[in-house]
């Protein structure tokens, strides 16, 4: 069974940075995909980013190219989400999914769900 655990939310101030951290378990992720989502009060949840585990192809979502960046350490079975010049709009609880890579990336599609982390932002 597929575990997803997210971890490095917190309290940051608009303009400052912070990586949040997804440590995956419960099976070989070399054909999955890794997703990165967040939902904000009131709102949908949306597509931040993704990155195939095996083939390294990345995609984001329009508005944080250039301020978010995805990543994976392979040896850690851990991906990572990048935030830099923060802003309140970012405030949102940040979801780490995974799916067969066969779905696609930007979608809410993914099956599996990790419990989220809270990213707050303040002006």
């Known amino acids: 069974q597929v575990q997803l655990v997210e971890s490095g939310g917190g309290l940051v101030q608009a303009g400052g940075s912070l990586r949040l951290s997804c440590a995956a378990s419960g099976r070989t992720f070399s054909d999955y995909v890794m997703g990165w989502f967040r939902q904000a009060p009131g709102k949908e949840r949306e597509f931040v980013a993704a990155i195939s585990w095996s083939g390294g192809s990345i995609y984001y979502a329009d508005s944080e190219k250039g301020r978010f960046t995805i990543s994976k350490d392979n040896a850690k079975n851990t991906v990572y989400l990048q935030m830099n010049s923060l802003k309140p709009e970012d405030t949102a609880i940040y979801y780490c999914?995974?799916?067969?890579?066969?779905?696609?990336?930007?979608?809410?599609?993914?099956?599996?769900w990790g419990q989220g982390t809270q990213l707050t932002v303040s002006s």
């Open positions: 999914a995974a799916q067969n890579s066969r779905g696609k990336a930007t979608s809410n599609g993914y099956n599996n």
